[in-house]
């Protein structure tokens, strides 16, 4: 196995655990609120976004390849997914706009972030 590919396979071994912390992690934060002038503000929508951006980006840099930052992005979706499709009062991601913003959001810090670890490749050889 060469140098390049054993980085890789690294990165998707991380990732997949990270992926499950951050969907875990963000499905429990993204439904706190801080109450300001009588409006509740979803900070925690927020901050679910911004942990899956941040975990992201360092296994992107780690790894130097956008597999792993791939990788995170589908699993964490996924597993969002599946904590969104309970039954009734057995869903622990609801269909209001932070359970939308948090599920929807999550491909979107994806994408965004792909965009973004593209400058911690490796340059190709030849």
Known sequence: MNKGATGTA???AAAVPVALFAALGGTALHRQTLLLAGVDVYWGTVAALLLVASL???????????LPTAVVGIVCYATVGLLSMGGTGKQLIVADVPG???VYGSAGITFVMLLWCRRYTRPSRG
Not at 56 to 66: I, K, N, P, V
């Open 10 to 12: 690294r990165g998707i």
């Open 56 to 66: 992201q980006l360092l296994l992107g840099a780690w790894s130097r390849s956008l």
């Open 100 to 102: 939308n913003v948090w």
